[in-house]
């Protein structure tokens, strides 16, 4: 009795407890709202076969607990009942899977107006690059980081002159433009996240990844690393500011002078300041 | 084939030859150390795999404490940290859960339940247990080692591992921890060979492998998985001991460490990781299975019920198995591999669910109808589904690719895995000890300490884990020493993982009361006769309890019939042992003997 009793306040007390405690995601804060609905359906059918397992569960504990005389049934099988029981699951699983891949669809194509930036991670610090008004980003090369060239861009590529490097910082963005981030690392795995975009991706040292999102939402949000890099690991924080377009177009004015353009030596006699 | 007389007792006259001399141990070393008995094995790695149990349970208090009440606490610093936690996981995954199963339960089982003298090969056997302390040694060595152990999570993920950033990564600490593995895989290979072997060579006379308990085809089919995915881990191993002491690049590609280039070229970190997960996603069903077959047995005999759907938990058992070897990626989704592969490895993912559901109907099926005696194993096969059901759930969110985004590497990963593979393995391990202790000394274990020891194990765990994922569905990272001030946790948050922290030291400390009731109850416990449980499988029919040294005194049994006949309609007790014979389920009218 005792037991048929706790195994129905887990089952209550779960869903009560997901349903008033304080602790759920963060305001969204990009194009990612679909990710929120295919999370909300697998809560509500996982959450539904949770509480009917258990509930069941107490029906059984409590109906069936021994008594002076009582006999189990014996029935090994029954076919039809399992099959019932493997078709309803069946059918369960493909209507999470579906919404699923169709949003990973979405995920990993990415829009053809989106701008190429460039999110930079060693240990433990987050630079950016953002393409000048070519709208471009040049060409880089782990093998060419040095302390003047600390994204290893390669400076024979004329896109180059242009590319806007913030190293440590914070990452600007406009609004409502979407972004396909390439991903690079100096050293070790990291991982771009800003909860409030829900888009993650693992920089990888070798290689270049990508994500893109489009922010939906003015605001300044932490981007944190998800991949464990070592002992900095939770200091390596930046941040991401979404601005409107006016405001973005003013601060990236502001950021001119520390184009990559500026920090190479043949830019310092003057001629090639981008606009 | 000889056709062998029947006694009438059901079992297997021996020819009329003297114990052979030789087989049986003469010295209190042959017989307790270096013994070639399945059953001293079993005690011996399952005494060495709950030490390290314990080693495992203090750093994760430790690291509660950090996360629990971050400061506080001065010398767990971010390496010690780290430390704690690799060393907690790498413990847990490999050398207490795959140790006790397979090397535990799995000697002293599946010889018993198939009707067996010993292992097929008793020499190697005893080298497997060896083996595996020496790889034990290595692993505890490096906390004593200059720099302490790795630091670098149990996935170990190259270049981070082996490099500067990391503790132990320039130092002893990763190569004590690769060595200790590959060390681990081999002692591991000598004894998966003979668990594989035994079931299928040496069943007594009547054992078809459709009337074998689930708990030997649990073992059987992790030991089989293992033998196929521990092999990736090693090649993993071997090719990382090489990066970090012989300066080759197959992990690493051209890299800066700490402003300085390395001399590294070509390599590919996401090698590692195909390689790892190859290994590492199976080996979450190597832990699961043995679980499944043991909780499958202990509802079935403290129900006094047939397992419901045997043919289809079997068949079960041997697709998770199957399904669970193209499934590895689902690690990697937000690793930057190829985004397509998504596609297929969501799909593989979610397929591996249905025949899991399966089995927890058909688990729950076995209640219903059933005569349920609430004894301490029984209550542990309760609350193991209840974890394992929630924990399964999760799974469905982390396996569908686009949902693992938002939750990957937060804490909502840390929480699914603990009560998926952490507390509901355990819960079945703890069943199955209360369940086979009497078999093993002859006494029962105390049932007041065991239903304290239940429910605070139980429901602590579940008030532990159950909140954690909605910490990490608001965004925290796991692997985060300090949290420190992040914009979008709320001071509640911490309130929470205090309290998480002083949860898990309470649960901490009741298994200490598990740990003096397993050593009170060997000289003080009720005596328990050969068969407790009146359950139907071989190892409780054994003339003597504890069984000596070839099991079963001079007269193998003979099965004449599968390991679920409980309550038989007609019968004159309500269980009808496997070596009994008489009229058979055929007869019973039920299909398949």
Same mark, same amino acid.
């Given at each position: 009795m005792a037991v048929a009793l706790i195994l129905v306040l887990i089952a209550v007390g779960s869903v009560v407890f997901h349903l008033v405690s304080p602790w759920w995601w963060t305001p969204i804060a990009s194009n990612w709202r679909y990710i929120d609905n295919t999370i909300i359906i697998t809560f509500w059918i996982t959450g539904a076969v949770f509480v009917a397992v258990i509930l069941f569960m107490a029906y059984c504990v409590y109906r069936f607990r021994h008594q002076a005389g009582r006999q189990a049934h014996y029935e090994p099988e029954n076919k039809r009942l399992e099959w019932w029981l493997t078709i309803v699951t069946g059918v369960g699983v493909a209507a999470m899977l579906a919404p699923g891949l169709f949003v990973w669809q979405q995920f990993i194509t990415v829009p053809d107006d989106a701008t190429d930036i460039e999110i930079f991670g060693q240990q433990w610090q987050w630079s950016f690059r953002l393409p000048g008004p070519d709208g471009q980003l040049a060409t880089s090369d782990t093998r060419l980081i040095s302390p003047d060239n600390p994204l290893g861009i390669n400076r024979d590529d004329p896109k180059s002159q242009d590319d806007v490097v913030i190293e440590g910082g914070e990452l600007h963005l406009p609004v409502n433009r979407p972004v396909k981030a390439l991903l690079r690392s100096a050293d070790v795995l990291h991982d771009f996240y800003v909860p409030e975009f829900r888009a993650k991706m693992d920089l990888v040292p070798g290689q270049v990844s990508f994500i893109w999102f489009t922010p939906t939402r003015t605001g300044t949000f932490e981007i944190l690393c998800a991949e464990l890099c070592g002992v900095g690991h939770p200091q390596m924080r930046g941040k991401v500011i979404v601005q409107e377009e006016s405001d973005y177009q003013a601060w990236l004015q502001d950021k001119a002078p520390t184009s990559f353009a500026r920090l190479t030596p043949d830019a310092m006699s003057g001629t090639a300041v981008p606009d | 084939m000889v056709d062998v007389p029947l006694g009438s007792a059901g079992v297997v006259t021996a020819p009329d030859v003297e114990d052979v001399e030789l087989y049986h141990p003469h010295s209190w070393v042959t017989k307790y150390v270096f013994s070639q008995d399945a059953k001293v094995i079993a005690i011996q790695y399952a005494f060495v795999a709950l030490s390290v149990g314990l080693i495992a349970l203090v750093l994760s208090w430790l690291m509660r404490l950090q996360l629990g009440f971050p400061g506080v606490f001065s010398f767990i610093d971010a390496n010690a940290y780290y430390q704690f936690v690799t060393m907690h996981g790498m413990m847990m995954v490999v050398y207490v859960l795959t140790a006790l199963f397979l090397g535990g339960f799995g000697n002293y089982l599946i010889p018993l339940m198939v009707g &067996?003298? !010993? /292992? @097929? %090969?008793p020499y190697v056997n005893m080298l497997s247990f060896w083996i595996y302390f020496l790889a034990v040694f290595i692993l505890v060595a490096s906390f004593f080692a200059p720099g302490g152990p790795t630091g670098a999570g149990w996935t170990l993920y190259p270049p981070q591992a082996i490099t500067s950033g990391t503790p132990g990564g320039q130092e002893w600490g990763i190569i004590l921890m690769l060595v200790s593995l590959m060390v681990f895989i081999i002692g591991f290979t000598m004894g998966g060979l003979n668990y594989v072997v035994t079931v299928l060579q040496a069943r007594a006379r009547g054992m078809t492998l459709m009337r074998m308990p689930l708990t030997v085809w649990g073992i059987f089919t992790a030991s089989f998985m293992a033998l196929l995915a521990f092999p990736a881990l090693f090649v993993g191993a071997v090719m990382m001991l090489f990066d970090r002491m012989l300066g080759t690049s197959f992990f690493m590609p051209a890299m800066v460490e700490m402003g300085q280039p390395l001399d590294r070229n070509g390599g590919s970190p996401l090698l590692f990781q195909h390689l790892f997960w190859f290994f590492g996603h199976p080996e979450v069903y190597i832990v699961a299975l043995p679980a499944f077959g043991i909780v499958s047995d202990l509802i079935s005999t403290h129900a006094r019920r047939n397992i419901f759907g045997y043919r289809m938990m079997v068949w079960a058992l041997l697709a998770i198995g199957a399904l669970s070897f193209v499934v590895w990626a689902h690690h990697m989704y937000v690793s930057g591999m190829n985004p397509y592969f998504g596609f297929f490895f969501a799909t593989t993912t979610l397929i591996i669910a249905i025949p899991t559901a399966i089995k927890v109907y058909n688990w729950i099926l076995t209640l219903w109808r059933g005569d349920i005696h609430l004894t301490v194993p029984m209550l542990f096969a309760l609350a193991f589904i209840v974890t394992f059901v929630n924990g399964g759930l999760t799974g469905l969110f982390l396996g569908n690719v686009v949902v693992d985004v $938002?939750?990957?590497?937060?804490m909502f990963v840390v929480a699914h895995f603990h009560m998926v593979m952490g507390v509901a393995p355990i819960l079945v391990i703890f069943g199955a000890i209360y369940h086979w202790y009497p078999k093993v000394t002859g006494r029962m274990l105390n049932d007041g300490l065991g239903k304290l020891h239940f429910w605070v194990t139980f429901l602590g765990a579940y008030a532990i884990f159950f909140p954690m994922h909605y910490l990490g569905l608001m965004g925290i990272p796991r692997r985060y020493h300090d949290i420190g !001030? /992040? &914009? %979008? @946790? $709320?001071?509640s948050a911490h309130t929470l993982n205090a309290f998480i922290t002083i949860v898990a030291l309470i649960v901490g400390a009741t298994q200490l009361a598990f740990v003096f009731n397993l050593f009170w109850s060997l000289r003080h416990g009720r005596e328990a006769g050969g068969n407790p449980w009146r359950a139907t499988t071989l190892e409780w029919q054994t003339p003597e309890t504890p069984p000596p040294h070839g099991n079963w005194g001079r007269d193998v049994p003979v099965v004449y019939r599968w390991a679920y006949d409980y309550s038989v309609p007609g019968a004159d007790q309500d269980f009808l042992p496997q070596n009994q014979p008489g009229p058979t389920r055929a007869t019973t009218g039920a299909g398949h003997g």
């Amino acid at each position: 009795m005792a037991v048929a009793l706790i195994l129905v306040l887990i089952a209550v007390g779960s869903v009560v407890f997901h349903l008033v405690s304080p602790w759920w995601w963060t305001p969204i804060a990009s194009n990612w709202r679909y990710i929120d609905n295919t999370i909300i359906i697998t809560f509500w059918i996982t959450g539904a076969v949770f509480v009917a397992v258990i509930l069941f569960m107490a029906y059984c504990v409590y109906r069936f607990r021994h008594q002076a005389g009582r006999q189990a049934h014996y029935e090994p099988e029954n076919k039809r009942l399992e099959w019932w029981l493997t078709i309803v699951t069946g059918v369960g699983v493909a209507a999470m899977l579906a919404p699923g891949l169709f949003v990973w669809q979405q995920f990993i194509t990415v829009p053809d107006d989106a701008t190429d930036i460039e999110i930079f991670g060693q240990q433990w610090q987050w630079s950016f690059r953002l393409p000048g008004p070519d709208g471009q980003l040049a060409t880089s090369d782990t093998r060419l980081i040095s302390p003047d060239n600390p994204l290893g861009i390669n400076r024979d590529d004329p896109k180059s002159q242009d590319d806007v490097v913030i190293e440590g910082g914070e990452l600007h963005l406009p609004v409502n433009r979407p972004v396909k981030a390439l991903l690079r690392s100096a050293d070790v795995l990291h991982d771009f996240y800003v909860p409030e975009f829900r888009a993650k991706m693992d920089l990888v040292p070798g290689q270049v990844s990508f994500i893109w999102f489009t922010p939906t939402r003015t605001g300044t949000f932490e981007i944190l690393c998800a991949e464990l890099c070592g002992v900095g690991h939770p200091q390596m924080r930046g941040k991401v500011i979404v601005q409107e377009e006016s405001d973005y177009q003013a601060w990236l004015q502001d950021k001119a002078p520390t184009s990559f353009a500026r920090l190479t030596p043949d830019a310092m006699s003057g001629t090639a300041v981008p606009d | 084939m000889v056709d062998v007389p029947l006694g009438s007792a059901g079992v297997v006259t021996a020819p009329d030859v003297e114990d052979v001399e030789l087989y049986h141990p003469h010295s209190w070393v042959t017989k307790y150390v270096f013994s070639q008995d399945a059953k001293v094995i079993a005690i011996q790695y399952a005494f060495v795999a709950l030490s390290v149990g314990l080693i495992a349970l203090v750093l994760s208090w430790l690291m509660r404490l950090q996360l629990g009440f971050p400061g506080v606490f001065s010398f767990i610093d971010a390496n010690a940290y780290y430390q704690f936690v690799t060393m907690h996981g790498m413990m847990m995954v490999v050398y207490v859960l795959t140790a006790l199963f397979l090397g535990g339960f799995g000697n002293y089982l599946i010889p018993l339940m198939v009707g &067996a003298r !010993d /292992m @097929v %090969f008793p020499y190697v056997n005893m080298l497997s247990f060896w083996i595996y302390f020496l790889a034990v040694f290595i692993l505890v060595a490096s906390f004593f080692a200059p720099g302490g152990p790795t630091g670098a999570g149990w996935t170990l993920y190259p270049p981070q591992a082996i490099t500067s950033g990391t503790p132990g990564g320039q130092e002893w600490g990763i190569i004590l921890m690769l060595v200790s593995l590959m060390v681990f895989i081999i002692g591991f290979t000598m004894g998966g060979l003979n668990y594989v072997v035994t079931v299928l060579q040496a069943r007594a006379r009547g054992m078809t492998l459709m009337r074998m308990p689930l708990t030997v085809w649990g073992i059987f089919t992790a030991s089989f998985m293992a033998l196929l995915a521990f092999p990736a881990l090693f090649v993993g191993a071997v090719m990382m001991l090489f990066d970090r002491m012989l300066g080759t690049s197959f992990f690493m590609p051209a890299m800066v460490e700490m402003g300085q280039p390395l001399d590294r070229n070509g390599g590919s970190p996401l090698l590692f990781q195909h390689l790892f997960w190859f290994f590492g996603h199976p080996e979450v069903y190597i832990v699961a299975l043995p679980a499944f077959g043991i909780v499958s047995d202990l509802i079935s005999t403290h129900a006094r019920r047939n397992i419901f759907g045997y043919r289809m938990m079997v068949w079960a058992l041997l697709a998770i198995g199957a399904l669970s070897f193209v499934v590895w990626a689902h690690h990697m989704y937000v690793s930057g591999m190829n985004p397509y592969f998504g596609f297929f490895f969501a799909t593989t993912t979610l397929i591996i669910a249905i025949p899991t559901a399966i089995k927890v109907y058909n688990w729950i099926l076995t209640l219903w109808r059933g005569d349920i005696h609430l004894t301490v194993p029984m209550l542990f096969a309760l609350a193991f589904i209840v974890t394992f059901v929630n924990g399964g759930l999760t799974g469905l969110f982390l396996g569908n690719v686009v949902v693992d985004v $938002p939750l990957s590497d937060t804490m909502f990963v840390v929480a699914h895995f603990h009560m998926v593979m952490g507390v509901a393995p355990i819960l079945v391990i703890f069943g199955a000890i209360y369940h086979w202790y009497p078999k093993v000394t002859g006494r029962m274990l105390n049932d007041g300490l065991g239903k304290l020891h239940f429910w605070v194990t139980f429901l602590g765990a579940y008030a532990i884990f159950f909140p954690m994922h909605y910490l990490g569905l608001m965004g925290i990272p796991r692997r985060y020493h300090d949290i420190g !001030d /992040m &914009a %979008f @946790v $709320p001071p509640s948050a911490h309130t929470l993982n205090a309290f998480i922290t002083i949860v898990a030291l309470i649960v901490g400390a009741t298994q200490l009361a598990f740990v003096f009731n397993l050593f009170w109850s060997l000289r003080h416990g009720r005596e328990a006769g050969g068969n407790p449980w009146r359950a139907t499988t071989l190892e409780w029919q054994t003339p003597e309890t504890p069984p000596p040294h070839g099991n079963w005194g001079r007269d193998v049994p003979v099965v004449y019939r599968w390991a679920y006949d409980y309550s038989v309609p007609g019968a004159d007790q309500d269980f009808l042992p496997q070596n009994q014979p008489g009229p058979t389920r055929a007869t019973t009218g039920a299909g398949h003997g």
